[in-house]
């Protein structure tokens, strides 16, 4: 499917299907229906009887092998998952063993007599052995093979593997409209999820998290050192990864940035008025300075280090922040 705010863009690769690249990088914030609209473009490459402005038909054979997720010249390449055992906290990795059967794929003949297509999500999840395979098949793809690469962060895929691909930005929607769409799916609580998610409204319901996340911000507005480290003691519990924790963070300290220069909430609105309080006082340069803190764990998010020593260093320096703060009133 295609959500609404993504149809101008179908309609601009529709206008140009007669030039249709072996390689197409779909990239955007995460949240606005990427993978949704690869697997729209991957069934219309495939389908047999296109209608009007190329979109798949849904009714011939390929439409309904695709739909049964058992098309033979479709190939969908994603993260091997994380275990149980390790929750959320094992980096979940695309590996070279994976990419070597995409390319085993890319030489087999078209069962239908088509196009093949393979479906990389998230291609940043590639491992740097996995991106050069995939690269030296990019340089020469075999003809009728097409590869739909998607993601979060083109940032970081390799710079030759970039420009190998069609890029196409995939837009985040305006709000009213991203608005309409999460009061539709989460009731009346949207504008302030629209918010914390950075206006993408494509997001699953985690009561585990959102939990956690609402017993944060209280002691963030309020922080004590014993409730702070049991706080750190019963996410660690959760075995929730140590990046879940730095995303909810750091958009607090923004938050607090904007506070104090008088500019409103992006991610935490409903606290508007108690961020006004506890960031009037605060020193700049410190809060700048925890910010850089969290900023340079975030390439460890997913790493297995101690995640509790993290959390609680980080909410010890915070405390020390704040604690400024009431110094200085």
Not at 260 to 276: F, T, V
Not at 291 to 296: G, Q, S
């Amino acid at each position: 499917m295609i959500y609404p705010w993504l149809e101008s863009v179908w309609q601009q690769i529709a206008q140009h299907w007669q030039q249709q690249p072996h390689a197409w990088l779909l990239y955007g914030h995460q949240g606005i229906g990427k993978r949704e609209f690869a697997e729209y473009l991957a069934q219309a490459l495939l389908c047999e009887s296109l209608r009007a402005n190329h979109q798949p038909c849904g009714e011939c054979t390929s439409c309904h092998l695709y739909s049964q997720h058992s098309h033979p010249d479709f190939l969908l390449v994603t993260p091997e998952e994380a275990d149980s055992e390790g929750g959320e906290r094992k980096q979940a990795l695309i590996k070279v063993e994976t990419i070597r059967h995409v390319l085993d794929f890319a030489h087999l003949s078209a069962h239908r007599g088509g196009k093949r297509v393979a479906l990389i999500y998230p291609a940043e999840n590639m491992n740097l052995q996995a991106a050069n395979a995939l690269l030296k098949i990019l340089e020469e793809p075999p003809a009728g093979m097409v590869f739909i690469l998607v993601s979060h962060q083109k940032d970081r895929l390799l710079p030759t593997i970039k420009s190998r691909c069609r890029q196409i930005a995939l837009t985040m929607p305006a709000r009213a409209q991203a608005l309409a769409y999460v009061q539709q799916q989460h009731g009346d609580n949207a504008a302030d999820l629209l918010a914390f998610h950075g206006g993408a409204p494509l997001f699953a319901d985690n009561d585990s998290h959102d939990q956690l996340r609402n017993q944060l911000i209280p002691l963030l507005v309020k922080p004590r050192l014993i409730a702070l480290l049991d706080y750190a003691a019963a996410f660690d519990k959760q075995k929730l990864a140590l990046s879940t924790f730095l995303n909810w963070l750091t958009k607090w300290l923004l938050d607090m940035s904007l506070a104090q220069q008088y500019i409103q909430a992006m991610y935490y609105p409903a606290w508007q008025d108690e961020l006004n309080k506890i960031t009037g006082q605060i020193d700049p340069l410190s809060l700048f300075a925890l910010i850089d803190r969290v900023n340079a764990l975030a390439p460890y998010g997913k790493h297995t280090l101690n995640v509790k020593m993290q959390l609680e260093d980080l909410l010890i320096d915070y405390l020390n922040v704040w604690q400024q703060k009431n110094t200085k009133s």
